[in-house]
């Protein structure tokens, strides 16, 4: 990691809770709420200016922000009823409208959506966006035989509605292996049909055996097939290949006319194992593979698809979340790959800034960042857990019920028993944060 990838991450990671807080802020200003102090930071105070009654300042510790209201008690802030408060106030928190307080509550978590509305949409301006409308058809694969055809769009796939390509990730996520596709679809006519894809294998032809990832123009081995593993003596997880029979394993088509015009003939491979440059020889085996899908989407600059897009991107997000949880319950996610803490935030932000191949690539790359956090911040304040914002908002409307509010005891066994979870929960992230770090 870079410092100044490092720094990117914190900056992104402040950035977005100064948002949050600021939303409070705004709303409770609106509303003429009485407001103390607005901090960026937290921890003890380096710089601090006071106008209008309220104190702004920076704290020394570089993650979070937060925004104190006269008369709200706070387990994070400390904050403890100030004696020289009038209790009859009516700027103060508790003395105002149960609408008021839940409107300055929303408000953070709102406006971290709205930040990602906004970067979203300026990305997909700047970029183009891609909607689920059919741009072409490729030979070769599953959509070509069915009746979808270019210019209709994509409605729903096995019961998941699609508004983005995320969308689609989704119900590939959740799909069960070898399940048929039952896909929703929107002629250009304005006619909704419906038909279901079943999977198919290909023809055996000789390949590889291996799949890679690129990183850093090194293609990594991911994993290798059985049938080709032949040990160290073979292709292995790891490996970096640099050619096949003198040719750069970067030319693709090339390295797949090589391989299927092989006939079974050992080929040489340059290869790096441990950064270690080797020679090994390695003989193509027969295999079949999955028939591709084939959903070629369409790219557009179109302000009514960028701005579509910008703002069901965020749902889309939303709605990965819901599912990625619903798979760690059921266990087929591990825990520790389905949640992220500040340390794993900065290092991914880092790892942007170390691997981003030109100045406009990082940028871009950091405002995705920038808007997937917004929607996961604002997500997770809005979960009914003490002392977060989604538990205020469920207080509210349980005193909006009983019409009265709840015992200052009942508020503070709560808030605490809330503040330990968190602290809890917030080891255990930070654990598996350095468990990812360090690769345990």
């Known amino acids: 990691m870079t410092v100044l990838g490092i720094l990117a991450g914190i900056l992104i990671l402040g ?5 949050h807080e600021l939303g409070h802020f705004l709303a409770g200003r609106l509303f003429k709420f009485k407001i103390t102090q607005f901090s960026i930071f ?14 702004y300042n920076i704290k020394a510790f570089p993650i979070g922000a937060s925004v104190s209201f006269a008369g709200e008690e706070s387990e994070i802030e400390g904050e403890e009823n100030d004696p020289e408060l009038d209790p009859d106030d009516p700027g103060l928190f508790n ?23 906004l970067v979203f949409s300026i990305l997909f301006t700047a970029q183009g966006t891609i909607t ?7 030979p070769g694969t599953l959509i070509v035989e069915s009746d979808i055809g270019v210019g209709d769009r994509i409605l729903a796939m096995n ?3 699609i508004h983005t390509t995320l969308d689609i990730s989704i119900a590939e996520m959740v799909r069960k292996d070898d399940a048929p596709w039952t896909i929703s679809y929107r002629k250009p006519s304005g006619e909704i049909k419906e038909t279901t894809i079943h999977p198919r294998k ?3 032809r000789p390949m590889l055996g291996i799949s890679y990832y690129e990183e850093d123009g090194r293609y990594v081995i991911q994993e290798v097939n059985q049938a080709a593993d032949h040990g160290i003596d073979g292709f292995q997880k790891g490996d970096a290949v640099l050619s096949i029979e003198g040719i750069p394993f970067s030319e693709g088509a090339r ?11 050992t080929l040489t491979a340059e290869i790096e194992r441990g950064r270690v440059p080797m020679t090994i020889k390695v003989k193509p085996v027969m295999l079949e593979i999955d028939i591709p899908l084939g959903l070629i989407l369409t790219q557009t600059r179109n302000a009514k698809d960028v701005l579509s897009q910008g703002f069901h991107y965020p749902v889309s997000v939303l709605r990965s979340t819901f599912r990625a949880l619903g798979m760690v319950f059921a266990g087929r996610i591990a825990v520790k790959d389905s949640v992220a803490g500040p340390i794993a935030i900065v290092s991914i932000a880092a790892d942007t800034v170390k691997q981003g191949k030109s100045f406009a690539e990082i940028v871009v790359n950091l ?11 604002g997500f997770t304040n809005l979960l009914p857990i003490p002392p977060l914002d989604g538990n205020q908002l469920i207080l509210i409307g349980i005193e909006a019920i009983r019409r009265k509010p709840l015992s200052k005891k009942f508020k503070s066994v709560t808030g605490a028993v809330g503040l330990v979870f968190i602290l809890l929960l917030g080891l255990v992230v930070i654990m598996l944060d350095l468990m990812r770090l360090f690769g345990w």
Do not use: C, H, Y
């Open 42 to 55: 937290m921890g003890p105070v380096l710089f601090e200016r006071e106008k209008n009654g309220i104190r």
């Open 367 to 377: 405002a995705t960042l920038l808007g997937l956090l917004s929607v996961a911040v």
């Open 255 to 265: 390295i797949t006319e090589l391989v299927s015009a092989s006939d079974g003939k």
């Open 132 to 138: 689920p409308v059919i741009g072409r058809e490729d």
């Open 159 to 161: 019961g998941t509605r």
């Open 15 to 19: 950035l977005i809770m100064v948002i």
């Open 95 to 117: 003395n105002k409208p149960r609408w008021q307080r839940a409107i300055v509550i929303a408000m953070g978590p709102l406006l971290n959506f709205v930040t990602a509305f």
């Open 202 to 204: 290909s023809k055996p």
